[in-house]
């Protein structure tokens, strides 16, 4: 049984974008949270928020899903203002938090019927459903005794399995799968994937880059509250170059004899990590020009590695922080 659907309105319908926002700023004291965010996310897709802590993702999450009030900017979801029809927004939404949001008292089951219920399935197929979902998430057992009892992971997998209990036509997932072990990842991942086939648009947050590059089809990196790049993952990765080459400096291999030979093959300015130089280049096809210039500079060939680019790469060239 796929999860219940809310109907859309046809407002809706006609809207190409599940998330539109406009340059969102938001301030506490001194501090700038957010400093004039935009986002424009498709109906149906993934998109990924990465960035340091601090940078101003949770804080963009909680304006989109009408949490907190923008000093500035305007926003939509689902076709409606977050400001002038909060309602209207948080009718067509679900979000995980970083912290659990349900019931100590109660068991895992009982939990996920009450909010089954809540959103208007009679009884059966709120046991049905509940069932369904502590089976996904090995909650089967655990899901009897009160969530008092949870351990940290189990109570993570609950407050997802609550969040999914129905497809809202958008989804906020604020950091899901943190905490969780390598199978509570991929399950997580199995019950998001039905649903976004179903429509379901998700923008997500995380702290393991592998899955944003993985799910997501779009992906905004943002730092001081300021998105810094967007694009899909194979975009972002393409401007920190198609592949690095890893030069390790040593036995007299001066740092700038080395940025000096191979600046005309990077796409982007080397960086040193430790004794190692970092070089993006555009494409592989250029390893060979950059292997012979440095071997002509006396560079040992065993101490030069290649990789492509993954998602650490554009994080730590777009933010610094590793």
């Known amino acids: 049984m796929e999860a219940p659907t809310r109907g859309f309105s046809p407002r809706e319908a006609r809207d190409e974008l599940a998330v539109e926002a406009v340059n ?3 301030t506490y004291g ?13 109906r149906g897709s993934v998109f990924g928020l990465l960035g340091p802590n601090g940078a101003g993702k949770t804080t963009t999450v909680r304006m989109l899903t009408t949490l907190i009030k ?3 900017g305007t926003a939509r979801v689902a076709g409606f203002d977050v400001v002038a029809q909060p309602n209207e927004v948080r009718r067509r939404i679900g979000l995980v938090g970083q912290y659990a ?9 009982q939990n996920l019927v009450m909010i089954a219920r809540l959103h208007g399935m009679n009884t059966g197929q709120a046991k049905k459903r509940a069932d369904e979902l502590l089976e996904r998430f090995e909650l089967t057992a655990p899901g009897k005794k009160p969530v008092k009892t949870y351990s940290g992971g189990m109570r993570r997998r609950l407050d997802l399995a609550a969040s999914l209990v129905v497809s809202p ?3 906020f997932l604020d950091e899901p799968t943190t905490g969780l072990d390598p199978n509570g990842r991929a399950s997580t991942w199995e019950v998001i994937a039905q649903m976004t086939k179903g429509g379901t648009t998700v923008l997500l947050t995380t702290q393991y880059l592998e899955e944003a ?3 997501a089809e779009r992906i905004a990196v943002i730092d001081h509250g300021r998105v810094v790049a967007e694009g899909s993952p194979a975009q972002l990765k393409a401007r920190v170059g198609g592949a690095n080459l890893l030069v390790h400096l040593g036995d007299g291999l001066a740092e700038e004899t080395v940025r000096g030979v191979v600046a005309p093959f990077a796409a982007a300015p080397p960086t040193l990590r430790g004794a190692e130089l970092v070089v993006p280049l555009a494409d592989l096809d250029a390893t060979a020009a950059v292997i012979s210039a440095l071997a002509a500079q006396g560079a040992r060939l065993d101490q030069i590695n290649v990789a492509k680019a993954s998602m650490d790469d554009v994080f730590f060239e777009l933010t610094g922080s590793r």
């Open 24 to 26: 969102l700023r938001k």
């Open 30 to 42: 001194s501090a700038v949270a957010a400093d004039g965010i935009s986002l424009s996310i498709p």
């Open 70 to 72: 923008p000093d500035s």
């Open 101 to 109: 949001s349900v019931d100590e008292l109660l068991s895992g089951r």
């Open 169 to 171: 036509p958008v989804l």
């Open 213 to 215: 590059d993985q799910f």
